[in-house]
């Protein structure tokens, strides 16, 4: 009933920027907290952020604390991932997800939505 749709990823060296965008279209109003995950080859999906939607309440992973910045613009019904001083292992899928609960767990079954994820790469 949430259709989510991730763009923005690439090729970037360390020490660069990105911005990821996910477009939620369909039952938007049902949303309460939208997030970003990412996986690397060979490893588990993890957290990376979260923003409530309707207070812009946010958290983080600690290992992008002070380099990545989530947000949202209501209006366009789209959550933002400002990536800042990436590092090569930031390299992984990132994917966006919502849920119509308030998450206070932020493990992937938290989450009932999911985009089909967009590729960063960062090299060294």
């Known amino acids: 009933q949430v259709q989510l749709v991730e763009s923005g990823g690439g090729l970037v060296q360390a020490g660069g920027s990105l911005r990821l965008s996910c477009a939620a279209s369909?039952?938007?109003?049902?949303?309460?907290?939208m997030g970003w995950f990412r996986q690397a080859p060979g490893k588990e999906r993890e957290f990376v952020a979260k923003i409530t939607w309707s207070s812009g309440s946010t958290r983080y992973a600690d290992s992008v604390k002070g380099r990545f910045t989530i947000s949202r613009d209501n209006a366009k019904n789209t959550v933002y991932l400002q990536m800042d001083n990436l590092k090569p292992e930031d390299t992984a899928v990132y994917y966006c997800?919502?849920?119509?609960?308030?998450?206070?767990?932020?493990?992937?079954?938290?989450?009932?939505?999911w985009g089909q994820g967009t590729q960063v790469t960062v090299s060294s």
């Open positions: 997800a919502a849920s119509r609960d308030f998450v206070i767990i932020t493990t992937t079954t938290a989450f009932g939505s």
């Open positions: 369909g039952r938007t109003f049902s949303i309460n907290t």
